[in-house]
């Protein structure tokens, strides 16, 4: 008996490792009784299939109060636990959150129960497992597919999810097939036909070109394919993508193009692939088997000390790593390559400490992320894919020796002291895609528990905050003219680290329009020398936030002010209150108490040596996700180019630093004296080989030289990071009528009345009528004809005084907004409502004016700004039409943004909703179509502009 459908495994060999007393048997043991519950519900008659599908919310699965994520137990559909206040809430939307996490624990309890089935003949357990496919099956297309967020779904709100969810039932039929074929004929044929041909032509709808999500998606078409029987071409083209994804997400040096977060979740979806790619004969090329080997190893290098995965990028905060899936994956690469990196993380995991048990297993969501608490760990604390595909035998006990490590590609670099317990790291490399954040050339320090500057992270990507966490001013990263960093990448200059001293140089080129920049921070014992350098071709302010809660020394004449921002959405300065601002220079002293959580009282100094010209501010922000709000402190130096040193000192046990004092040199070239505890003078600088460190210790003279210089590749401007406008790999809009290069807007005589025919109107005649239809539309789970056929006519003119812009749109009934705050999301609620969205002036930072206008309430309509600003709104007209609405916007001339050729850049989207969803179900977009219209909220991009050219003549009109 084989199970050859899906892994390369055999069922039959596995029954002797399994056993009870078998050196996996213990795991299989534990798993059965995680099972006895679910066997008892079935004994009576039910099964706990959900209700409905999985809807995602603002608040719908989080505590309202610390906004944590609230515990799932899939016995409690209604009542949700707050582990940080011991609260239980109830609610519609926090039961829609469970939801998700109850599709997926079930389709996963099938999966043990089928397994367990096979390898242990209970009968029990392959009758679970047929009849939870059986119900399953039979209610699928009972699931609406509608107001879904990222990429269509039945049971949930997103694609990826139903992918999982998918490659789970598949797993769960193979086995059940492998183990009796026979008896499990009438099940397969129904669930192939119900569930699983169904599910995976909605997955294979939504292409996410290298998001990590679509690992998953290919892994669970690859899966469904083979049971399906589909074409061998097709199932060549789905191993295709897998090993597209190896070769362009996997980054040279093993690591996920997005970070550790997206790397840990897409590297075990593209581990279901390569699996299966083996077990049907197809294994993909060396070259790229060792690349993914090698991204087992890669998340280890920047593991924090105290046990945690640093939250670089969208990541969670403070994630530890003694968690039973860690532990499974890493054990699942050991049985891969034989790494002893993995041996090293298995002992270090498996040594006994972490608080409480790895009970959160039982209620685990598949392979949905769901961090938990630090657990005791054993084999035993595995799950299915370690019985079926770990060795039986452990593997041998290594120590854990983190040591010092530099990432290129994925742009990590941390030099460690004392035994691993102090880590200092230095970002900058790949953009790192839509899940990037702008931080290149950020800074982190921390020493045990205790952390001075860190990484936040992201929190709930349904709350305003996201925008906070991924701005600039949330790192300790350089940030020009109050606007978060340019999407370029970062190269490495040099590394080196001789242990006693080590040092890592990075360079950001467009860190800002016309402003390149470079850091370099040298690691000594105790203390680290920070040099920040940057240069613009015209006069720029450049801020770098330097602290989180420090006193500085002498304390400076702090003045209530308003710090200015980019405007940007994500520029962060929109989450600063009690902002006050002091001028600074000379040499400042800081000190500074250890953040996070919990907080520690360990304090660590740092000294800043500020140009003359520069000010030094403060201001409340919100901390990392779960935390308090944290008083942040920046330094603004304004010029075409400058250099800010600073100086970190971190306590050692007994809360003694080992620096004395820093300063400035009185001679020499420009750089910094240390002068540490015991009196020795460290003078560092940079120098043409690298790094020049002279050493004076009572009267000796002696010096260290660091080198390691890396010529960095051909510099390509950075990766292109796709907006949010649309899922990570999805095709940009193609155009419905070909953008010319610059279009003449007619002359009228008079306004424009609104009008549900514009193009037969007596007052409209002369206007260029725009026809938006199917090649405009931007849909969601629907294409244009299954929504209905909606158009829109948009009609341009011009007088003397006003640029005229009339949309009759040919959408159905006008649905507002539900609300004056969108319950679902962090997205303005009027972009899920029947209206307008208009942009003028488009540059590379984005649309100087934009807003939405709502044909609701009375003639005035609604409005609002999409762009922050004091620029005037338009004047707005509108009434309801036969066929939907007409609404007619006019700008006043003097007020419309102009390219330098006197050109206006002009933008529109049409937004429609029908009454029975809570979305919006499509978008008519002028310029182009095409695409998903997920995640696109109230951004265009810019790229799309239309560019009027007003009538040179306007005297004859009113």
């Known amino acids: 008996m084989t199970f050859r459908h899906l892994l390369p495994v055999d069922l039959v060999a596995r029954r002797a490792a399994t056993a009870p007393g078998a050196p996996l048997g213990a795991l299989a043991d534990a798993l059965a009784d995680e099972l006895d519950p679910l066997l008892a519900v079935h004994a009576r008659g039910a099964l706990p299939i959900p209700e409905g599908k999985a809807l995602l919310t603002r608040i719908g699965g989080r505590c309202p ?54 390898l242990r003949g209970d009968a029990r357990h392959a009758v679970l497992a047929r009849d939870i496919l059986d119900g399953v099956a039979d209610r699928y297309a009972s699931w609406p597919n509608r107001d879904n967020v990222l990429g269509p779904s039945r049971p949930f709100f997103s694609t990826y999810l139903e992918a999982i969810w998918l490659l789970n039932a598949c797993h769960a039929l193979a086995l059940l097939e492998a183990a009796d074929p026979a008896g499990t004929a009438a099940t397969g044929a129904r669930v192939r036909d119900r569930l699983l041909a169904p599910s995976a032509a909605l997955v294979a709808g939504f292409p996410e070109g290298r998001s990590n999500r679509q690992a998953w998606n290919s892994a669970a078409l690859l899966a469904a394919g083979r049971l399906l029987d589909e074409p061998a071409t097709v199932q060549r083209a789905r191993g295709d993508e897998v090993r597209r994804l190896l070769a362009e997400g996997v980054l040279d040096d093993g690591s996920w193009f997005e970070g550790e977060n997206y790397h840990l979740f897409a590297h075990r979806g593209l581990w279901y692939g390569v699996q299966q790619l083996e077990a049907c004969g197809d294994p993909v090329p060396p070259p790229l088997r060792a690349r993914f080997l090698a991204g087992f190893e890669t998340p280890w290098a920047g593991v924090l000390p105290d046990d945690t995965f640093p939250a670089r990028r969208d990541a969670p905060y403070a994630v530890s790593i003694r968690q039973w899936r860690i532990a499974e994956w890493a054990e699942l690469g050991w049985a891969m390559g034989r790494s002893p990196v993995l041996a090293a993380l298995l002992t270090r995991l498996y040594d006994g400490r972490g608080g409480g048990s790895a009970a959160e297993r039982a209620w685990s969501t598949a392979d949905a992320e769901r961090p938990t608490p630090s657990a005791h760990l054993t084999r035993a604390s595995l799950s299915w894919r370690a019985l079926l595909m770990a060795d039986p035998e452990p593997p041998p006990p290594v120590e854990w020796r983190p040591a010092s490590r ?76 109050g606007r978060s960093q340019a999407r370029v990448d970062g190269a490495l200059l040099a590394w080196e680290d001789r242990g006693g001293a080590g040092w890592v140089w990075k360079r950001v080129e467009g860190l800002a329009p016309g402003v390149d920049a470079d850091r370099a921070v040298v690691v000594c014992d105790g203390y680290a020398v920070d040099r920040l350098h940057w240069t613009a071709q015209h006069p720029v302010t450049l801020a770098l936030p330097v602290a989180a809660g420090a006193v500085v020394e002498p304390s400076p004449a702090w003045e209530a002010a308003i710090p200015v921002g980019g405007g940007g959405l994500e520029d962060g300065f929109d989450f600063v209150t009690g902002a006050e601002r002091a001028p600074a220079s000379g040499l400042l002293r800081l000190v500074v108490p250890a953040v996070g959580r919990p907080p520690t009282a360990a304090e660590a100094r740092c000294w800043v040596v500020v140009p003359a010209g520069a000010a030094l501010w403060r201001g409340w922000v919100p901390g990392a996700p779960g935390c308090p709000p944290q008083r942040r402190h920046w330094v603004e130096i304004p010029g075409v180019s400058g250099t800010l040193w600073s100086v970190w000192a971190w306590p050692d046990d007994q809360g003694m630093v080992n620096v004395a004092h820093a ?31 002279a050493l004076t210790a009572g009267g000796a003279r002696s010096s260290i030289d660091l080198g390691g210089l890396v010529v960095p590749p051909t510099r390509t401007g950075g990766e ?14 193609s155009p419905s009528v070909p953008v010319p290069a610059v279009v003449r807007v007619p002359r009228a005589r008079e306004r424009c009345a609104p009008s549900d025919a514009i193009g037969e109107d007596a007052e409209c005649r002369g206007a260029l009528v725009l026809p938006l239809g199917e090649s405009s539309y931007v849909p969601t789970e629907q294409g244009w004809r299954e929504a209905g056929a909606p158009t829109a006519e948009v009609a341009l003119l011009a007088t003397s005084r006003h640029l005229v812009v009339t949309i009759a749109a040919h959408t159905g009934p006008i649905v507002p907004p539900d609300a004056p705050e969108n319950r679902l999301d962090n997205e303005r609620p009027e972009v899920n409502a029947d209206g307008v969205q208009w942009y003028l002036g488009a540059s590379a930072a984005g649309w100087a004016q934009a807003g939405i206008a709502l044909p609701v309430d009375d003639s005035a309509g609604r409005q609002c700004r ?93």
């Open 65 to 118: 109060v610390h906004g944590v994520l609230l515990d799932f137990n899939p016995w409690e559909p209604r009542r949700h636990h707050c582990t940080r206040c011991g609260r239980h809430w109830r609610g519609a939307d926090h039961d829609g959150w469970w939801r998700l996490g109850a599709h997926l624990w079930l389709m996963e309890r099938a999966v043990h129960a089928a397994m367990l089935g096979a």
């Open 406 to 481: 530099v990432l290129p590609a994925q742009g990590m670099a941390v030099l460690r002291r004392d035994h691993g317990r102090v880590a200092v790291a230095l970002e900058g490399g790949h953009a790192g895609g839509a899940h990037g954040h702008p931080d290149q050339l950020a800074l982190t320090l921390q020493r045990g528990a205790h952390r001075w500057l860190e990484d936040l992270g992201t929190g709930s990507y349904t709350v305003r905050t996201l925008h906070w966490y991924r701005s600039t001013l949330a790192h300790h990263a350089p940030l020009v003219d």
């Open 663 to 693: 300063a400035v040199p009185t001679e020499g070239p420009d750089g910094v004296v240390v002068t540490t505890a015991d009196g020795t003078a460290a003078t560092h600088h940079p120098a043409e080989h690298g790094w020049h460190i």
């Open 720 to 733: 292109e990071v796709p907006s949010d406008d649309r899922p990570v790999g999805t095709p940009a809009p």
């Open 866 to 958: 999409i762009v922050p600003g004091s620029w005037p709104l338009p004047t707005v007209r509108w009434q309801a039409t036969a066929t939907g609405w007409c609404l007619q916007l006019a700008w006043g001339l003097e007020a419309l943004p102009r390219d330098t050729d006197g050109t206006i850049p002009f933008g529109l989207v049409v937004n429609e909703r029908p009454p029975e969803r809570a979305r919006r179900r499509g978008q008519l977009v002028l310029g182009g179509g095409g695409g998903f219209g997920y995640l696109r909220g109230d951004r265009h991009d810019t790229g799309a502009a239309w560019r009027l050219r007003l009538p040179e003549d306007d005297a004859a009109a009113p």
